[in-house]
């Protein structure tokens, strides 16, 4: 029978793998289970002892099969595709709002036409080519709605946009559209509307045209090229653009330097941290070197990232940065880029697999962190999969699927199969080796010793769907059908996919933006969480609900910096959530519990710091001024005469200079927060990093005014990163 503990955990737990938006899949995961019941799953799935074994169970054990495979053999592609009638619509009512001078409405209005509308016919070049894979045969379709607007409605829906574009001298997004719609071919002579008061009871005389013929594209880009050039030191510059906007494009935003380089044996990570392994803590960051407040410690990509479905409207699906002028992919209308570079990107690698199936995962009501799992398989291909597998087993998986079909074979068949064999000897050694995949997130806990045969049942069932996915869209070259057991490939993505499942778990960050007040930069700010991602390095750190440093992302990039001194050999631990100063300790232990399976001893815990509502600057204590006493000292009751007896090093120590140092701390916060309602955040952040700089030299917290600077000290990074404010209305 479980207790409440164990309830809360496997809640958690169960979390992790579904949304709490109900879908299908939770349904059919209820049904398999309760069909196989718990004695079953205790008794029989309970003895298979790795995730390889577990996915040949739900295709091919008797007991399960049945009922797991009614569900599975039903998964089929589900996405919203392109429709050529609503773009053209959507265009129109842009000219609508662009003739009444609303310019901001008319650009949202054509970037709608622009990702409802399919490519044109004539860009399929590429018919019928049947050396091309599934997923890219599949949208080859000539003359694709060409009975509305001839076909060409994306290339129109383009060029009226940059003229919405050029009018708001965006210049680069204007001359991003022209050159797409060049790509993209236009016809010599086209009549944009041919009875444009059917639609609108609007005077033809009101209409500006937007259509720009073939004779027009070339001048428009030389007028937007030779603007680009004037306005380089143009009164306009690039940061009054961005305010306008309300954001700070990715690329504006530089990433911070490492403090001390990086180091050579951690990723992204600077030469003063090292990573050290303990038996109760596991692997955890810790100071090589003397760290000071500010310090850039880690500057990482991730090794995957998705968007929260919540803001494919307003993100990059690709960079998530937010976008202005979105182009969308050719074959779906469900997912936006913020420009060709980020489109081409995605679509090389992990969304030709993930487009005709994104509406059916989000309707399953599986959670990011299972759409997380799968997009570290669906951006490297079967291939690398294979050799990430092979890597981590040492089980070949070309050379066991070819075993498995030995006895089909033809003899010239055999003799092919000896040929490739040959040719990769070479490269399975190196993939043996580790060399050439990256390996860094498979070494992070998975606490696959404390799960229950029930969590890893529900992992596999989770896992065998997003196999069934990879297979309807042709992911793999050789795909099994629904009536038999899946080949040797298949099983060991399966298997990979409940890897990721099993640490994602405890290891996913959530990637946010910082949303500004909308009266003031930093009154009122929130972050407000994009979607999650991996970064390996980071997920290294362990918690303290007094953490030593802070992180902020810059597009998908995650940066961690210091906001406290640090010494060779302490901790440099970061916040998994629960806060001292938010949450008492015994609902931040049961959080910590529930959510990571583990009990927290940091000192805040162990020492019970008070809330906000019960801190005051009172509880600081001083370090005993004598060199190497550990000797921590209260405030003296008489200031004054602050002269006391160390019971550790048994000196007398005056503690007038330390009380003075912590005034002035005080003193230095004091003016971090008039810079902060001054809104000039570089000028707080250095007058708050110079005082609890100051601060953690002479004494240790509980302090109250130490605590808040830190969390200011953080909002200002923060702002360093993505941000977003309500944009200016004049656009």
């Known amino acids: 029978m479980e207790n409440a503990e164990e309830r809360y955990r496997n809640l958690c737990s169960l979390e992790t793998l579904r949304s709490g938006k109900r879908g299908f899949f939770g349904d059919f995961s209820e049904r398999v289970t309760n069909h196989v019941g718990d004695r079953w799953i205790s008794k029989v799935f309970a003895r298979f002892a790795n995730d390889e074994d577990r996915i040949r169970a739900v295709f091919a054990d008797a007991k399960i099969a049945e009922v797991a495979l009614e569900t599975l053999n039903r998964t089929d592609l589900l996405y919203r595709g392109k429709d050529a009638n609503a773009s053209r619509t959507s265009r129109l009512e842009g000219f609508v709002s662009a003739t009444a001078a609303k310019r901001r409405e008319a650009l949202s209005r054509f970037s709608q036409a622009v990702l409802r509308a399919p490519l044109p016919?004539?860009?399929f070049f590429r018919a019928a080519d049947s050396t091309l894979p599934l997923i890219e045969r599949s949208a080859i379709v000539p003359g694709k709605d060409e009975k509305v607007d001839r076909g060409f409605g994306l290339p129109l829906a383009l060029?009226?946009?940059?003229?919405?574009?050029?009018?708001?001298?965006?210049?680069?997004?204007?001359l991003q559209d022209l050159r797409y719609a060049e790509e993209l071919g236009l016809p010599d002579e086209f009549r944009l509307v041919s009875s444009r008061e059917r639609y609108f009871k609007v005077p033809r005389a009101e209409f500006r045209s937007f259509c720009l013929f073939r004779s027009e594209l070339a001048r428009k880009k030389e007028t937007c090229e030779r603007s680009m050039r004037e306005n380089e030191n143009s009164l306009i510059s690039a940061k009054e653009l961005e305010r306008r906007r309300g954001w700070t494009s990715v690329e504006s935003k530089p990433l911070p330097r490492l403090a001390a380089g990086e180091n050579p044996r951690l990723p992204g990570a600077s030469s003063l941290l090292e990573i050290e392994e303990t038996d109760d803590a596991g692997k955890r960051a810790i100071a090589a070197k003397e760290i000071v407040p500010g310090d850039a410690l880690v500057v990482e990509a991730p090794l995957g990232a998705v968007l929260l479905p919540d803001f494919f409207g307003t993100h990059c699906h690709h960079c998530f940065s937010r976008f202005v002028a979105p182009v969308g992919c050719p074959d779906c209308s469900g997912v936006a880029f913020c420009g060709i570079r980020c489109k081409d990107a995605a679509i090389s690698s992990y969304h030709k697999y993930e487009c005709k199936i994104l509406a059916l995962l989000i309707g399953s009501g599986m959670s990011v962190l299972s759409m997380l799992a799968l997009r570290m398989v669906t951006q490297n291909g079967p291939r690398k999969c294979s050799e990430i597998w092979t890597a981590l087993t040492g089980r070949d998986v070309d050379e066991r699927e070819d075993k498995t079909a030995a006895s089909k074979q033809s003899k010239s068949a055999k003799r092919r199969s000896r040929k490739k064999k040959w040719r990769d000897s070479r490269r399975e050694q190196n993939i043996r080796e580790g060399d050439g995949v990256d390996l860094r997130a498979y070494d992070l806990v998975t606490h696959e010793k404390q799960r229950t045969a029930k969590d890893f049942l529900e992992r596999s069932l989770m896992a065998a769907f997003l196999l069934r996915c990879l297979q309807r869209v042709g992911f793999f070259e050789r795909t099994s059908n629904d009536a038999e057991t899946p080949n040797e490939r298949e099983i060991a993505v399966a298997a990979l996919l409940s890897r990721h499942l099993q640490l994602l778990q405890f290891n996913a960050h959530e990637v946010f933006e910082t949303r500004h007040g909308t009266e003031h930069r930093f009154r009122g700010s929130k972050p407000v969480y994009l979607g999650v991602a991996v970064y390996p390095t980071v997920a290294r750190f362990n918690h303290d609900c007094y953490p030593a440093v802070t992180r902020y992302f810059v597009g998908r990039s995650i940066v961690v910096r210091a906001i406290r001194r640090l010494r060779p050999g302490d901790v440099v631990a970061e916040n998994y959530g629960p806060i001292f100063t938010k949450i008492p300790l015994k609902k931040r232990r049961d959080t910590l519990a529930g959510r990571y399976w583990f009990r927290c001893e940091c000192t805040a815990c162990r020492e019970d710091w008070p809330l906000f509502d019960g801190l005051t600057n009172d509880l600081v204590r001083f370090r005993c001024p004598t060199e190497s006493c550990e000797k921590l000292h209260g405030q003296p009751a008489d200031p004054s005469t602050a002269v006391v007896l160390c019971?550790?090093?048994?000196?007398?120590?005056?503690?007038?200079?330390?009380?003075?140092?912590?005034?002035?701390?005080?003193?230095?916060?004091?003016?971090?927060?008039?810079?902060?309602?001054?809104?000039?955040p570089e000028a707080a952040l250095r007058e708050f990093l110079e005082g609890t700089d100051k601060f953690h030299r002479v004494a240790v917290p509980p302090h109250r005014d130490t605590h808040l600077a830190e969390i200011a000290a953080s909002i200002c990074m923060a702002d360093q990163g993505n941000v977003w404010s309500q944009p200016n209305q004049t656009l």
Do not use: K, Q, T, W
């Open 121 to 123: 016919g004539s860009f």
């Open 159 to 174: 060029l009226a946009r940059a003229e919405i574009l050029l009018a708001e001298n965006e210049h680069v997004l204007a």
């Open 647 to 680: 019971s550790g090093c048994r000196r007398e120590v005056d503690l007038r200079g330390p009380l003075e140092s912590v005034r002035e701390c005080e003193r230095l916060y004091a003016r971090g927060f008039a810079a902060m309602d001054e809104e000039r």
